[in-house]
């Protein structure tokens, strides 16, 4: 099994939907976060969490949510897609060495 | 503010030939940096990092890095690229070795037979 596990692999969501990715790890790290891959823009973080009682915005956290349900698992919520939330999604988790692992990614599409 | 700046959108190179990879950073304090690497349809795979040290970096699959303060630059390196090299290259930059980093928009790398 893949140290940090993201489901759905792919989605494609209506405008206006809600919408919760999940991410899930077993590296037993405190440290997990939220990414967002567009083209040209490389990666911008969207909110990471310290530990399951610290969550913090990111860049880019408008019209997101997260929770941090336990140490293993951290999810993202599109209360309200819209098509500018078209992008691929990662999450990834870290231990104080600068060990981040990353998952393989979830591509959202919002028609 | 901290900034990355990747001057390369996309590189071609032959099989066998040098590659090198530019990053420029713009940060207030002394950074942490790092090269990660996007085969595609996979996730984030570090290559190296610097934290401090000696400023040239030894990576992973024949990478190397090179810190220069004075040219707020960390250039990645490797000398014969193989054709499995080809994949997306990222440079980042963070406050401490945890996460929370700013990435460079990315260079593609393509390598020719």
């Known amino acids: 099994d893949a140290d940090v596990t993201q489901t759905p692999r792919n989605r494609i969501t209506k405008t206006g939907k809600r919408i919760m990715l999940e991410c899930s790890q077993t590296?037993?790290?405190?440290?997990m976060y939220w990414y967002r891959q567009d083209p040209g823009l490389g990666l911008r973080l969207i909110y990471y969490?310290?530990?399951?009682?610290?969550?913090n915005k990111g860049e880019i956290s408008d019209g997101y949510s997260v929770s941090r349900q336990a140490q293993a698992k951290f999810s993202l919520s599109l209360e309200s897609a819209i098509p500018n939330q078209t992008a691929l999604y990662f999450c990834?988790?870290?231990?104080?060495?600068?060990?981040?692992?990353f998952g393989s990614g979830t591509r959202l599409t919002v028609v | 503010a901290q900034s990355v700046t990747q001057p390369d959108i996309h590189i071609t190179v032959s099989e066998g030939a040098s590659l090198e990879l530019r990053c420029n950073y713009s940060?207030?304090?002394?950074?942490?940096l790092f090269w990660y690497v996007q085969s595609p349809g996979q996730g984030l795979q570090l290559l190296l990092k610097?934290?401090?040290?000696?400023?040239l970096v030894q990576g992973i699959k024949g990478f190397e890095a090179e810190f220069k303060r004075s040219q707020s630059s960390f250039n990645l390196r490797k000398p014969s690229v193989h054709w499995s090299d080809a994949a997306e290259y990222f440079c980042?930059?963070?406050?401490?070795?945890?996460?929370?980093?700013?990435f460079g928009a990315g260079t593609q790398v393509v390598v020719t037979p």
């Open positions: 590296k037993g790290h405190d440290r």
């Open positions: 969490s310290f530990d399951v009682k610290d969550i």
């Open positions: 980042a930059v963070g406050a401490n070795s945890w996460g929370k980093f700013q």
């Open positions: 990834a988790t870290s231990d104080t060495t600068g060990a981040v692992t």
């Open positions: 610097y934290f401090s040290g000696d400023t």
């Open positions: 940060y207030g304090a002394t950074p942490y």
